[in-house]
């Protein structure tokens, strides 16, 4: 009886290697998803997770004084229960059998670590949306919304501190513990862009954690401090841009469609294919078509209803900082720093377990749709994953420009 194990059925036994390797490295990229409230992968739930939340007691001096040889009627604990979503995520990679060749084993470690990059981005992008959907939002320089901001709004001590002062009053839980979990003092974080960060370092407050990582457990990511506040800094914070500047080619007269002047970036073509969105021409706001807003092959933009417009009129949307009309209506891009407290929002926690695999098909493996047994494939799949924000009186989200 041959008891040898091909080069394939081995990497099917290495699983749990490559899962592990997976998991590592999407953890590499996880900033906004580590501090979290955590659950477990959801068993036998359905597609919703139940996050918890307890609601502090009253401060009541005369209901809390002590009277000699009489006990105090108990207190109940209050709990708020959040519903989230769950989706799934996953992706594959085709192997050839010519790469069987060169070392099975290789190419599915090296398939793992892809994948896992791409999944814990994946990860990192449904957490830091669902956090930016706090109702708790703080836009730099006092301004009144998104679209007034301007470039000198930037990320300022100040800013920090105003967000520092509600989170405060909110009576948000700080964190005690370290990126090991260790115990650490008191202490919210915040979660921002490099380009940021590069507008606070050059304050004379600024405490770069050089000057005290050896004292205290610190976080992975983690650059400084600022009046109780770890900054963590992620390259994949939220960033809003101004999705569409362009330009009318021609002049249109009392039509529903206009033609781009400029070949439309991919960012363009998704905003004006999605339909209902509002867009501007020369400070006027229109509504793009609710179906057919945008044919790709002829540039054309069809609005819901007729318009006059003229040759070379700026097209662009407010959905970035303001619009500068003395630039062609350009706008800044919008930066979004967190700042948050203890168990302002929960997330599935990927290192459960089963809640991220890798799942590895040999060659052979697929029937008569690979006759000649030629593809095998590598996937990677997260089983399931949310994140929710419990209270968004505790998460401020800061929005600002920057001076990059």
């Given at each position: 009886m041959n008891t040898t194990l091909s080069t394939q059925e081995n990497a099917y036994f290495n699983k749990t290697f490559y899962d592990r390797k997976l998991l590592d490295t999407a953890k590499t990229r996880l900033v906004h998803a580590n501090f979290g409230q955590k659950r477990s992968l959801p068993r036998h739930s359905g597609k919703r997770v139940e996050f918890r939340?307890?609601?502090?007691f009253t401060p009541d001096t005369q209901a809390l004084t002590l009277q000699e040889g009489v006990t105090p009627t108990g207190q109940s604990?209050?709990?708020?229960?959040?519903?989230?979503?769950?989706s799934q995520y996953g992706a594959y990679v085709e192997v050839s059998d010519l790469l069987d060749l060169t070392g099975y084993d290789a190419v599915i470690a090296d398939s793992a670590e892809l994948l896992g990059e791409q999944l814990g981005t994946v990860v990192e992008w449904v957490t830091r949306d669902a956090m930016c959907a706090t109702t708790s939002v703080q836009y730099a320089g006092g301004k009144s919304g998104r679209n007034a901001l301007t470039g000198t709004d930037k990320l300022t001590v100040e800013e920090v501190r105003k967000a520092v002062r509600t989170l405060k009053k909110n009576k948000a839980r700080p964190f005690y513990t370290g990126g090991d979990g260790g115990a650490r003092k008191p202490h919210f974080v915040c979660i921002c862009s490099p380009d940021a960060t590069y507008d606070l370092q050059s304050d004379v407050l600024w405490q770069d954690v050089s000057k005290y990582s050896n004292a205290e457990q610190?976080?992975?990511g983690e650059i400084g401090r600022l009046f109780g506040v770890v900054f963590v800094e992620s390259t994949e914070a939220k960033v809003y841009?101004?999705?569409?500047?362009?330009?009318?080619?021609?002049?249109t007269s009392s039509s529903v469609s206009f033609?781009?002047?400029?070949?439309?970036?991919?960012?363009?073509?998704?905003y004006l294919s999605r339909g209902s969105g509002d867009i501007w021409v020369n400070g006027t706001k229109y509504t793009l078509a609710a179906s057919g807003s945008f044919d790709r092959a002829t540039r054309t933009v069809k609005l819901s209803a007729a318009a006059s417009l003229s040759a070379d009129a700026a097209v662009y949307t407010q959905d970035?900082?303001?619009a500068d009309s003395a630039n062609g209506y350009a706008a800044p891009a919008v930066h979004a720093t967190l700042v948050f407290g203890a168990d302002a929002y929960g997330v599935?926690?990927?290192?459960?377990?089963?809640?991220?695999?890798?799942?590895?098909k040999p060659q052979g493996s697929a029937g008569s749709t690979d006759p000649l047994n030629q593809r095998g494939t590598v996937g990677a799949k997260v089983a399931?994953?949310?994140a929710k924000v419990l209270n968004p009186l505790w998460l401020i989200k800061i929005e600002h420009c920057v001076s990059a």
């Open positions: 939340r307890y609601e502090l604990l209050t709990q708020s229960k959040v519903e989230a979503e769950v610190i976080y992975s841009e101004q999705s569409v500047r362009n330009a009318v080619n021609a002049a033609v781009l002047k400029h070949e439309p970036t991919a960012q363009e073509m998704a970035a900082g303001a599935i926690d990927v290192d459960g377990a089963g809640a991220m695999e890798t799942i590895i399931a994953y949310t």
